[in-house]
């Protein structure tokens, strides 16, 4: 029988040892909110470095719902925090003198119960959000039931080794003014067990796992097993890769995490729909949404208002009345989206006079 963890696990090893003792930042969770992320800056620089660290702090912190990607979230608290670092001098030095705004590769994870609304899966299902810009990736794992040997149920964002170092929308500190992050920020909804396990990585790391899985040379339970390791043996394994050349050379973080809590009680054998991982970096464009929930688009509130719900053309989600662009992807309202929504008003108002009518005829 395999020992999974039970609590989180971080490792971190910077990119040379004088600097290995440094506190943390760039990875962690907080568990009261079921939050997990790891940030790395595009480069060497300390300004990099500084924005994926608060880039971080302010996802684990915030509080938000499922709508992540609105302007006024945790990323707009991230990009008070840097000014006010500038301000400070603690920044490590801005904008770059090329002129070019420091940024970071980033993900993030939101975990929580799903009860489905007739309650046949209360307490026996997890939903999760995972937020992601550039190449840090996320692996989803699940452990056998008898001999807890976890296989792999999918990753994302980046779909293969190879595509690595290809052009991946990183995190910046400047971006262009909008209703909503999508082209620049991916979203990706689905669903879990209590108890799956989730790896996530910086880029240098991910793409050696991902090589790993596609050789089919079976490194789950090393990776699962990690958090019983002292982090000196880590540091130590991780440079006689990046010696060897299978790893690049950066600095490197992983977060090991169990989703849930393990039933107390036998559960019945739950047949779920698991995300479509494969819709992620191939078949849809570099920074496009990815919004499903066992293979639905997954609006978190399904109100039927007018006659029913105008979804985003490009992500599925509701638009909210009285607003002309969706609040996740920003995408506009097409024409005909404007005609369906002067025709369900037409609908209801409709409605509301035939009710008065009649109630005007029974009073009088």
């Known amino acids: 029988m395999i020992d999974t963890p039970t609590d989180p696990a971080a490792f971190h090893v910077a990119l040379d040892d004088a600097f290995q003792g440094e506190r943390q930042r760039g990875l962690g969770w907080n568990l009261a909110a079921n939050r997990y992320a790891v940030g790395l800056g595009t480069t060497d620089s300390p300004a990099d470095q500084r924005w994926a660290e608060l880039v971080v702090e302010a996802f684990l912190a915030d509080s938000f719902s499922d709508q992540l990607l609105v302007p006024d979230g945790w990323l707009s608290t991230a990009r008070t925090a840097w000014h006010r670092a500038i301000e400070r001098g603690s920044a490590g030095g801005g904008i770059a003198s090329d002129g070019v705004s420091p940024a970071a590769s980033f993900i993030g994870l939101f975990t929580e119960p799903y009860d489905s609304p007739n309650g046949t899966v209360a307490g026996q299902l997890w939903r999760w959000w995972a937020v992601a810009a550039g190449e840090c990736s996320l692996f989803h794992l699940r452990p056998d039931e008898v001999s807890g040997v976890p296989t792999l149920v999918g990753w994302l964002p980046v779909r293969a080794s190879a595509h690595f170092g290809a052009l991946h929308d990183d995190m910046a500190t400047i971006m262009p003014r909008s209703e909503g992050l999508g082209p620049w920020v991916s979203l990706h909804m689905g669903t879990c067990l209590p108890g799956d396990l989730v790896v996530l990585a910086t880029p240098a790391l991910s793409r050696w796992i991902l090589t790993e899985h596609e050789a089919h040379r079976d490194l ?145």
């Not at 991780?238 to 393990?262: C, F, K, M, N």
């Not at 992620?280 to 208002?305: C, L, N, T, W, Y």
């Not at 719900?309 to 638009?319: E, L, V, Y």
């Open 220 to 364: 789950w339970v090393y990776l699962v097993t990690l958090p019983g390791e002292e982090e000196a043996e880590f540091t130590q394994a991780l440079r006689d890769l990046q010696a060897a050349g299978e790893v690049a050379t950066e600095p490197t973080s992983l977060v090991v995490a169990r989703i849930g809590e393990i039933p107390a009680i036998e559960q019945p054998a739950l047949e779920i729909a698991e995300v479509d991982y494969a819709t992620s970096g191939e078949v849809m464009p570099a920074g496009a949404i990815v919004a499903r929930h066992q293979g639905r688009p997954f609006p978190k509130d399904r109100r039927i208002v007018f006659g029913g719900p105008i979804r985003c053309f490009r992500c599925g989600n509701d638009f909210p009345d009285g607003t002309s662009r969706c609040l996740v992807c920003g995408a506009p309202l097409t024409p005909f989206d404007r005609y369906r929504r002067w025709r369900n008003v037409r609908r209801f108002m409709r409605r509301v006079r035939r009710r008065l009518r009649r109630l005007f005829e029974w009073l009088f």
